[in-house]
């Protein structure tokens, strides 16, 4: 290398190095602000970012004890059972159910109005029960029925103008309302019905739709008059005769009142006491004694052999029929009572009868001084 290349190069190596001298001070300075940047921001972020890591806690305290909560609550209500396809075979089965005319179909009432009812009956379609099939009675009303309430009802037309099945509880009383009434005159339950018309000899009433007739003789213990009183009344029958084949149904309150009244007569009787005196009317005369009527229901009876003292062979010797005596109670067993008019006479006699005494004659009685004398010493 010559000494012009020598020179050359020197002073491009000085050149050099100056300048990496001037690069490395200017990277130390900027590194020097950059440290004093990232000095002032974590400064002026420290607190900042305290608050924010202590929302972060309680953000997750609550969050943690919410999620216990409800894992307590997932843990405590029972799982519900899941569904399947063969929880739904009923109502697929009943949907796919051919409906036939004639038929007998349970539903479940979902509306009410004055001139019809709608009836859920679990398939493709609602039914509904217009007035007219209701029932034949005057007074019957769909404002009786309740939402909610099952019923029993026969399809008479499969699809109606509306799409709907018509239904009638009428048709379908015929046929369930007579089982029903013959299991009441089995059982010789009581209802209670409403009578709606006077008619000859009797009275009518509905029962399960069914137009039943209850007898003049069969309305009462004693005779009615005026049958036309007992329209619109409520009374308590029984059936006493129900045949479906000649749509013949017959009611009776009779029974029911003769066993009320039984009842009450019992009550009466049992708070008689033995030794009451009373005033009664004679019903009837018997070979073995008379009945005679104390009034409220109650009768007793007076045996021959406590009519008299004297010995009598028939009652009619001394009593008659609608004749008033004084008797007195002298039993009271198994709801009756027994009398007598002979004991009335025996406690009359008693209070009659005194003690009398014989007065010694008027000689036996009298004394002379000399005999009061006589025995006397002086």
């Keep these: 290398m010559n000494e012009e290349e020598r020179v050359i190069t020197e002073e491009t190596s000085e050149t050099a190095a100056e300048t990496n001298t001037e690069t490395e001070t200017a990277s130390v300075a900027a590194t020097a602000e950059s440290v ?141 309302g007579w089982e029903r009434l013959q299991q009441l005159e089995k059982d010789q339950s009581n209802i209670t019905v409403k009578i709606s018309e006077a008619v000859k000899s009797g009275v009518t009433a509905y029962v399960e739709g069914i137009r039943g007739f209850i007898p003049a003789s069969k309305l009462s213990l004693s005779y009615v008059e005026n049958l036309d009183e007992y329209v619109g009344r409520e009374i308590e029958v029984r059936v006493i005769t129900a045949e479906p084949e000649n749509k013949r149904l017959v009611l009776s309150a009779r029974d029911i009142l003769r066993e009320k009244e039984q009842e009450e007569r019992k009550q009466r009787i049992s708070n008689v006491e033995v030794g009451l005196v009373t005033e009664g009317t004679v019903e009837t005369l018997k070979d073995y004694g008379a009945f005679i009527d104390l009034g409220k229901g109650m009768s007793g009876l007076l045996h021959v052999s406590q009519i008299s003292q004297q010995r009598i062979k028939h009652p009619g010797v001394v009593l008659k029929e609608g004749q008033k005596v004084k008797v007195k109670v002298i039993g009271v067993k198994d709801g009756k009572i027994s009398l007598s008019m002979k004991a009335l006479e025996d406690a009359q006699a008693e209070e009659v009868e005194e003690e009398t005494y014989k007065m010694p004659k008027a000689e036996a009685a009298t004394t002379s001084f000399a005999s009061l004398l006589k025995n006397i010493k002086l």
Excluded: C, W
């Design 36 to 176: 004093e940047a990232e000095a002032a921001t974590e400064a002026s972020a420290e607190p900042a970012e305290e608050v924010k890591e202590t929302a972060e806690e309680t953000d997750a305290e609550e969050a943690a004890e919410a999620g216990a909560g409800e894992t307590e609550e997932a843990a405590a209500a029972p799982e519900a059972p899941a569904e399947t396809m063969a929880d739904y075979d009923d109502a697929i089965t009943a949907s796919m159910k051919p409906i036939h005319e004639g038929d007998i179909l349970k539903g479940t009432v979902i509306g009410i109005s004055d001139e019809e009812l709608t009836v859920d009956l679990g398939i493709y379609t609602d039914g509904v029960v217009r007035l007219a099939d209701a029932s034949d009675d005057p007074d019957f009303s769909f404002r009786d029925f309740e939402v909610g309430q099952e019923i029993s009802a026969t399809v008479i037309r499969r699809d109606n103008a509306q799409g709907r099945i018509q239904l009638s509880l009428k048709a379908a009383a015929a046929v369930l």
